[in-house]
């Protein structure tokens, strides 16, 4: 037993055919693995069971969610996850395919006989209670999707309070050189949106998938809409109702809890999605773009605020994060950017600009993570240490995710042209990108009093 470390590591190392970039420190104390390596620490024999019944991403995802397997004291998490996240890209793993052969050859065997010797061979264990079973129904069906959207977003608006901070916006903040905390880094993200929007005074706003209403309230205090916001999660809902309420904007917001494709009473000027399209899946991606373009009056835009993943490798098949299928966003869907702007072009949309915010989304998460951990015993009390681990391991997952470009996030400015196909914006970014003053003179006949110009963005009558 005081060389189960060193026997584990050894023979896995001659299943996989390269080194495993991990020490691992086993219940009985030894520790074996590369020097200076990142240390994950295995703490009974069902860690190890949880492993071999389901190796890989899932198996590392249910230990450490179910506190079999930790981190080691003075280890970093990102250190952790960063090097599993290299190791599982070498080519030489990627093309790794182990059946019966090879784990009960020379090496499998080892790794057997390892677990055997520890006393860790038996039934697979049960999966964590956070871990979703098989949904039921048609694939993003409407009672599907309030399933999964009420498995992620219904866990407790005090949680989220926690992590998101007063801002309460979960989506990526936008790093200005001014902004200097994260609900400054919130508040510019949706400022840039309302920018985008070319919003004025009197215009009526869809946003689809609302969250709890903090781009609603914005853009009524700040830019003078009217705003409708839609969310199928029961508690996003009532928090962004009561914020409303509290703001004083009752007879000027209105918060719905509503699927997107429920929505009949458009026209609007102006749409943003931001972190919806996700998760409406390949199937109904038709669906979502045709009933936003149907929603806006000639030459309103629509901000869509959206994950992208990278395009697969050539002639190997998309693979999905099972963690994330399983313990995240189930049946959330990942497009490249390159895929979702045709789609939208398809639905009869012109698609006008693109902005990557990679490398914000990855800062935004890393607040996130330090805001959970600053205060764990209390996410711990609210929701369960296994979905605050749950929490903790995909945020500090996909903040690395991010940064190291294996996936993105883009705003795709698009327009509904008129029937003449003009699309109203200004000839340059840096005209359609000013913020209006305060007191912007009102709109005659779609011009702003005393501007001759012409109209630029946002500058036309409202639908109101």
């Known amino acids: 037993m005081a060389k189960l470390a060193g026997q584990l590591v050894e023979a896995l190392d001659g299943l996989l055919g390269v080194p495993v970039p991990l020490r691992v420190q086993a219940w009985d104390g030894s520790v074996a693995g590369p020097p200076g390596a990142p240390t994950v620490v295995l703490r ?12 890989g991403e899932l198996g590392l995802a249910r230990a450490y969610v179910a506190g079999d397997l930790e981190i080691a004291p003075g280890t970093d998490l990102y250190e952790v996850l960063s090097a599993v996240a290299r ?4 080519p030489e793993i990627r093309r790794l395919d182990l059946g019966p052969r090879d784990v009960l050859g020379a090496n499998g065997r080892r790794v057997l006989a390892a677990a055997l010797r520890a006393g860790a061979l038996g039934p697979e264990p049960t999966p964590p209670p956070e871990e979703v079973r098989k949904a039921r129904g048609r694939l993003h069906s409407r009672s ?31 790093w200005t050189p001014e902004a200097k905390s994260l609900e400054a880094a919130q508040e510019a993200k949706l400022d840039l949106i309302c920018r985008k929007l ?40 009532a928090l962004a ?8 904007l009752a007879g000027r917001v209105e918060v719905r809890l509503q699927d997107y494709r429920e929505i009949v009473d458009g026209p609007f000027d102006a749409i943003s999605s931001v972190g919806m399209a ?11 773009a045709e009933g936003l373009h149907r929603l806006l009056v000639p030459g309103g835009r629509l901000l869509n605020h959206q994950i992208a993943r990278r395009p697969d490798h050539p002639g190997e098949p998309h693979r999905t994060s099972p963690f994330i299928d399983r313990y995240v966003f189930p049946d959330g869907e990942l497009s490249p950017v390159g895929s979702t702007v045709a789609r939208l ?17 990855g800062l935004t998460l890393r607040e996130w ?48 042209s008129t029937e003449e196909g003009a699309a109203g914006l200004p000839a340059t970014r840096e005209e359609w990108l000013l913020r209006p003053a305060a007191g912007a003179p009102p709109l005659v006949d779609g011009v702003p009093a005393g501007n001759p110009a012409g109209p630029d963005l946002g500058d036309r009558p409202s639908v109101r």
Not at 46 to 55: E, G, I, T, V
Not at 279 to 287: A, I, K, L, P, T
Not at 381 to 410: D, P, Q
Request: hydrophobic fraction near 40%; aromatic fraction near 10%.
């Open 44 to 55: 009974n024999r069902r860690a190890l069971r949880r492993l071999l019944w389901q190796p």
């Open 87 to 90: 190791f599982v890209e070498r």
């Open 144 to 174: 599907r999707d309030r399933a999964a959207i009420s498995h992620h977003y219904d866990v407790g608006n005090d949680f989220y309070g926690l992590v998101l901070g007063s801002s309460m916006v979960y989506s990526c903040a936008y």
């Open 198 to 237: 070319g919003l004025r005074p009197g215009m009526r706003l869809l946003d689809v998938g609302c969250g709890w209403g903090s781009l609603l309230l914005h853009a009524a205090e700040r830019y003078g809409v009217t705003a409708v916001g839609v969310s199928i999660s029961r508690e996003q809902v």
């Open 241 to 248: 109702r009561r914020r409303v309420e509290e703001a004083g």
């Open 278 to 288: 996700e998760h409406v899946g390949s199937e109904q991606y038709r669906v979502y």
């Open 345 to 361: 072009e398809e639905a009869g949309f012109e698609v006008r600009d693109v902005e990557s915010l990679r490398e914000h989304y």
């Open 369 to 416: 993570v330090a805001n959970l951990e600053a205060h764990w015993s209390e996410a711990v009390r609210l929701v369960g240490r296994g979905r605050a681990r749950v929490w903790r391991l995909y945020m500090a997952a996909s903040a690395l995710a991010f940064e190291e470009n294996r996936i993105g996030i883009n705003q795709i400015l698009a327009v509904r």
